[in-house]
């Protein structure tokens, strides 16, 4: 796991270009503090800041292969580079590593693009061929690693993380008011959107070529959930499970130091702790959050999963003021507005981790999104089949989507029954299943001066999917999660860039391909869909403790606007003061002082989820604003310990070597 | 303050809009973005104290509750067809 950047930029005069590429290096060096390097060629420049995970001796980078023709800037790891170094080998590819990133190299040597599908792994790639003069960026199917780009005409730059292009000459930030409607209509950027105008992200499954200053993105791999369903008996489809989850674990197991677990005490996390019990030689670590809030705090269970599967267990505890103090650190790293403050906490976990010696954690993301662990799926299956549902039936189902919500108890059901009623029709071409959690995101998107429609580019991606409009409406739910609250938030914010504030890679079991076509397989075919994940509750009800199997799944929350309002920190000044807020200009002062004047005088429990979600998206975008377009650094948070160690520079640059500069 | 007047202050204040430029008496609450389903419990808990009415399951799914004027008319409606609010006399002289 590392960081990558760089750029092609034929004007930007020669002699900065290292002072350049290592400025940008050093943006990002908390994702690779072990060592870092970078290639120089003429008008291109890339790096890499290195977390080494896998052969720490030589795996440095930039690499290149013995003709100096491919050079690779990699970030990620590749889980099946084993079974792929064997295929090279026998095809007569000599290696000069044990490294992944030779394999992955090599591969694309060997087979072109086309060597994409073949990887199972969290990835971002940058290739420079030196004698087409062509760049290639690359990016893993589930958009586990990120990659960032700004085509800029003249100059075209990239990084894992967009703050280290603050480092390069001119550029600048600017929000983009089309991109913000979107962010906080959906949640999360679109897969090629950032909150920035003129960056995008390479999308999930796709990769850039850029030849001659001019960039193709194609498709490598489309998210597939209508497989074919699974054929044999619900016994069949339980072991079928078993077995792909365990080859997915085992896989994730290999490292060259040690891997530990995020334990949240709900079923997937403890699946994932299980099997790396199973699978591990020495004892395994495992690591958690508890809240001082009782009402988030899930200590209880992750300490009982502890110590059934005999786990050296450890966590932190959270409180308000650590989420406040926090907040700006944890904003910084995420770069995209936030809903939620459940980041912060992620944040310091990582921290943690990383001060226990643990640079690798397994965690359960994806497990919700293939299993169909999400309330969202029942509610959808409820409203797609309401007229057909007897008044018992709606009844029944209705009162089980959200037992932890008061007001979706038995006291409150005629009032959801009409609401329900209302959203049993399609109003959003395409995003049936997401239209009452979009109205949220509506409410949000009034934060923003311009009025325009906050679903068109949303509408636009479903629309312009071939494929989507024949999915189920439960795949049609899966699909957009995938797309979009998956890598757009929980792999990133809360996910890989809170990780990587402290040099620690998350590897998520869930997200094999194997095990996603498996779920797909599975789902719904022994089930009505209203118990969650069912199959994957059967698949490990005999090894795991009642109550990972029993509790209902409790959606991982931190205390919100709250925090902000009882803390009182500096910051929220950002959104308290109209002055302040003036200063970012594509915000509704209006909307935003009447959001802000309520929070902050409304008692926290008559404050509803969506008020709560657009204030937090609020204060995170006037962080953001500070931090990116203003660029202040007393708004960035604590500044990373790592230092930017460099070890690897390669100039090959002609044109200086000409002028007798080649160093 | 008459009956639509103060169900329009309440929806005001509760949901941070303001009636009279985008957002007319006709326009679809829910569709909008205005109200949400803890928002609409809200909204029926003040219906009922506000104007002591009953409202009965099937009020609630009658589909009644999208807009401001659909609101009013329902309350005009349960109220027996007056101004409740303002002493039920339609005398105002």
């Known amino acids: 796991m590392c960081g990558i950047a760089g750029f092609v930029s034929p004007g930007l005069d020669a002699g900065a270009v290292p002072e350049v590429m290592t400025a940008m290096l050093s943006r990002i060096r908390h994702r690779g503090p072990d060592e870092a390097g970078y290639y120089l060629d003429d008008g291109v420049a890339m790096g890499s800041v290195r977390l080494s995970i896998i052969d720490l001796s030589s795996g440095q980078q930039p690499m290149a292969d013995a003709t100096e023709r491919y050079w690779i800037a990699f970030n990620g790891e590749l889980y099946n580079h084993v079974e792929l170094r064997a295929e090279l080998q026998r095809l007569g590819r000599r290696f000069r590593t044990h490294s992944d990133t030779e394999v992955v190299l090599q591969s694309w040597i060997q087979w072109g693009p086309e060597c994409l599908t073949r990887f199972n792994g969290a990835f971002a790639i940058a290739i420079r061929d030196a004698v087409s003069g062509e760049l290639h960026l690359a990016r893993d199917r589930f958009g586990k690693r990120p990659l960032f780009y700004a085509d800029r005409g003249e100059d075209f730059l990239f990084a894992s993380e967009m703050k280290a292009f603050q480092a390069f000459p001119g550029f600048r930030f600017e929000l983009d008011p089309r991109e913000l409607a979107s962010v906080f209509a959906v949640w999360t950027p679109l897969p090629d959107g950032t909150p920035f105008a003129d960056i995008r992200q390479l999308p999930m499954g796709s990769f850039l070529t850029l030849r001659g200053g001019r960039s193709r993105i194609r498709t490598y791999d489309e998210l597939s959930l209508d497989v074919e369903p699974f054929t044999g008996s619900e016994a069949d489809a339980v072991a079928h499970v078993r077995e792909v989850l365990r080859e997915s674990v085992e896989m994730r197991l290999r490292s060259d130091v040690e891997v530990g677990v995020y334990l949240s005490g709900g079923l997937d996390s403890s699946i994932v702790t299980k099997l790396a019990t199973d699978l591990s030689r020495s004892e395994v670590r495992t690591f958690s959050v508890e809240f001082e809030d009782k009402t988030f705090d899930e200590s209880s269970s992750q300490q009982v999963v502890a110590a059934h599967l005999g786990t050296r267990h450890s966590s932190i505890a959270v409180s308000s003021a650590d989420i406040a103090e926090n907040f700006l650190s944890a904003v910084y790293h995420a770069e995209v507005p936030a809903f939620r403050t459940a980041f912060v906490p992620m944040y310091l976990l990582s921290r943690r981790v990383r001060e226990a010696g643990i640079k690798t954690i397994l965690s359960g993301e994806g497990a919700d999104e293939a299993f169909l662990g999400y309330s969202l799926f029942r509610e959808t299956l409820l409203r797609a089949s309401w007229s057909e549902l007897s008044d018992d039936e709606r009844r029944t189902k209705t009162g089980s989507l959200h037992p932890e919500l008061d007001h979706f108890g038995p006291a409150h059901w005629a009032h959801l029954a009409g609401l329900f009623q209302q959203f049993s029709v399609e109003q959003l071409p395409g995003l049936f299943s997401h239209e009452l959690r979009y109205q949220n995101g509506k409410f949000a998107a009034r934060l923003l001066k311009e009025r325009a429609e906050p679903f068109a580019d949303m509408l636009g991606l479903v629309r312009d999917t071939s494929g989507y409009a024949g999915l189920t409406p439960t795949q049609k739910a899966q699909w957009i999660e995938y797309k979009t609250l998956l890598p757009g938030y929980l792999l990133s914010t809360q996910g890989e860039r809170m990780g990587l504030a402290h040099g620690v890679e998350n590897r998520c079991p869930f997200l094999d391909p194997a095990v996603v076509r498996a779920a797909a397989s599975v789902n719904l075919r022994f089930d009505d869909g209203f118990v969650e994940k069912a199959i994957l509750k059967n698949a490990f009800r005999d090894e795991l403790p009642e109550i990972s199997i029993t509790r209902p799944k409790q959606p991982y929350r931190a205390p919100g606007s709250a925090v902000f309002k009882e803390q009182r920190p500096d910051y929220l000044e950002l959104v308290l003061s109209d002055a302040e807020l003036e200063k970012v200009d594509c915000i509704d002062k209006n909307f935003a002082r009447k959001l802000v004047g309520k929070i902050m005088k409304t008692p926290a429990a008559e404050i509803s989820t969506k008020e709560d979600q657009a204030f937090i998206y609020l204060l995170s975008t006037a962080v953001l604003n500070r931090q990116f377009v203003m660029g202040e650094e007393n708004y960035m948070g604590a500044p990373s310990e790592a230092g930017l160690k460099l070890r690897t520079t390669a100039d090959r640059r002609q044109s200086l070597s000409s002028m007798g500069a080649n160093r | ?93």
């Open chain 2, 1 to 93: 303050m008459g009956r639509t007047e103060t169900i329009r202050q309440f929806i005001e204040e509760q949901f941070l809009v303001e009636f009279g430029g985008e957002l007319t008496d006709e326009t679809d609450l829910f569709k909008e973005g205005v109200i949400d389903s803890f928002g609409y419990i809200q909204l029926l808990a003040f219906l009922r104290k506000e104007f002591s009415l009953e409202i009965s399951d099937e009020d609630v799914l009658l589909d009644v509750f999208v807009s401001l004027a659909a609101i009013d008319a329902f309350v005009e409606k349960k109220s027996g067809g007056s101004d409740a609010l303002r002493g039920g006399s339609a005398c105002a002289e």
